[in-house]
T-cell receptor, first 113, second 116 residues
Framework: SAVISQKPSRDICQRGTSLTIQCQVD?????MFWYRQQPGQSLTLIAT?????????ESGFVIDKFPISRPNLTFSTLTVSNMSPEDSSIYLC??????????FGPGTRLLVL | AQSVAQPEDQVNVAEGNPLTVKCTYS??????LFWYVQYPNRGLQFLLK??????LVKGSYGFEAEFNKSQTSFHLKKPSALVSDSALYFC??????????????FGTGTQLKVEL
């Protein structure tokens, strides 16, 4: 398994500002993922964060809005840029282990006013 | 394209009774199937998975799931429900030959409510 922490756990932000979310894993992992869970909804994959290369974004998500960094095998950041109330969601970091299982962090609860 | 259906938005069960949360899937290749649970204000916790082998998979907290290839289903079950099992349950799938690598597709979730 993997132990994943995220910072901040929650935040309230003003529209037009940006927030950077950090994800730390207790072991080295090849693939890290960022998901969004809008209120009352399921999880939607934003992007896959690859160490040493650009993140791979899913349809509907762009790098200008959600820039991602992956400086090493245990850490990644997701920035939510120029926020609007529609960005209010839970943002979840996830990693895949050698057991073919994805483990999730506790999430960052974002409210944009 | 892969997809997951959880036909019930909510399942209500009396404590001590058996529970079933339904999941059907569509995927190319052999399926890798997962169940996760989300408690209020928490992230997703892994419950169990089917990769290969026995169709009946046992997981955390007394949960189990049965893989049925002919019905493309992976229903979550527990013989005796507890009030503390009340949470949101997600089924997820990916194919063993997914080009994108490990990309999971999630169902819409089923809210389980266990009452005294």
């Amino acid at each position: 398994s993997a132990v994943i922490s995220q910072k901040p756990s929650r935040d309230i932000c003003q529209r037009g500002t940006s927030l950077t979310i950090q994800c730390q894993v207790d072991s080295q992992v090849t693939m890290m993922f960022w998901y969004r869970q809008q209120p009352g909804q399921s999880l939607t994959l934003i992007a896959t964060a690859n160490q040493g290369s650009e993140a791979t974004y899913e349809s509907g998500f762009v790098i200008d809005k959600f820039p991602i960094s992956r400086p090493n095998l245990t850490f990644s950041t997701l920035t939510v840029s120029n926020m609007s109330p529609e960005d209010s969601s839970i943002y979840l970091c996830s990693v895949t282990t050698g057991e073919q299982t994805q483990y999730f962090g506790p999430g960052t609860r974002l409210l944009v006013l | 394209a892969q997809s997951v259906a959880q036909p019930e938005d909510q399942v209500n069960v009396a404590e001590g009774n058996p529970l079933t949360v339904k999941c059907t899937y569509s995927v190319s290749g052999n399926p890798y199937l997962f169940w996760y649970v989300q408690y209020p204000n928490r992230g997703l916790q892994f419950l169990l998975k089917y990769i290969t082998g026995d169709n009946l998979v046992k997981g955390s907290y007394g949960f189990e799931a049965e893989f049925n290839k002919s019905q493309t289903s992976f229903h979550l079950k527990k013989p005796s429900a507890l009030v503390s099992d009340s949470a949101l349950y997600f089924c997820a799938v990916r194919g063993d030959n997914t080009g994108g690598g490990n990309k999971l597709t999630f169902g819409t979730g089923t809210q389980l409510k266990v009452e005294l």
